[in-house]
């Protein structure tokens, strides 16, 4: 007991200096967009395609685009970013197997723990942006939609490339979740789902310009938005 108790001790000051490390990293790099999907999509996928052009508009917008470092969709998003000359963050974790970081990556910064590599996707970021992907890409989709449910973060967007993909989840939600009064209606109006790039920077940039001039997110527009 007492080796563990150690364990755990020192177990915290890995904890913290992870946390330092990402905080200095990141302070200075401005607003920020996080994108998130799969690994295991190819470069010359269309997904792929699709979100080297949104993280090109983005930096072009002067947003910073982070990314999980990895393959797939994260290269993408960090590639894009490089390729328009704007800031590409790349925040990598240790895995047994599939993570390997991209080489696009202006500020890299390397985790152990989930949990704190999570806290930076979101502490910095004024929007999500979700390809489609697998656990990991839902596990950061639903964590973002819970904080931002609870009020426990300032309200952002969270916008779904690729209807295809999106729309069946999104009726399962409407048909079960919100019929059953597990969610209310406004939980579903959370997201936004489109196609194409330009659709992703429209909303990104309306909602940024309207955090800037002091307009709430509960008081603007409330237009249809594609869900």
């Not at 010359?44 to 508009?57: A, F, T």
Request: some cysteine.
């Amino acid at each position: 007991m007492e080796d563990l108790a150690k364990s755990d001790t020192w177990r915290v000051f890995r904890i913290m200096a992870e946390l330092v490390e990402g905080f200095e990293a990141l302070n200075n790099i401005g607003p920020a967009v996080t994108i998130f999907g799969s690994a295991r999509l190819k470069p010359g996928s269309p997904y792929y395609n699709k979100c080297l052009k949104v993280s090109e508009h983005l930096a072009k917008d002067g947003f910073a685009v982070i990314s999980g470092g990895g393959p797939g969709i994260m290269e993408a998003a960090n590639k894009g970013a490089q390729n328009a000359n704007g800031t590409s963050v790349g925040l990598n974790i240790e895995l047994p197997m599939e993570q390997t970081s991209n080489n696009f990556q202006d500020i890299q910064v390397d985790f152990r723990y989930f949990f704190v590599r999570k806290l930076m996707f979101v502490k910095y970021a004024v929007a999500y942006v979700i390809f489609p992907g697998g656990f990991g890409t839902m596990d950061e989709l639903f964590e973002a939609l819970t904080l931002i449910q609870t009020k426990k973060i300032r309200s952002f967007p969270v916008v779904l490339v690729g209807r295809d993909y999106w729309q069946g989840m999104i009726d399962w939600m409407k048909n079960s979740l919100l019929d059953m009064g597990a969610i209310n209606a406004e939980d579903i109006d959370l997201m936004h789902i489109v196609d194409e790039p330009e659709e992703v920077c429209a909303i990104i940039n309306k909602r940024y310009k309207d955090r800037l001039s002091g307009i709430h997110p509960d008081r603007r527009d409330k237009t249809k938005k594609g869900v």
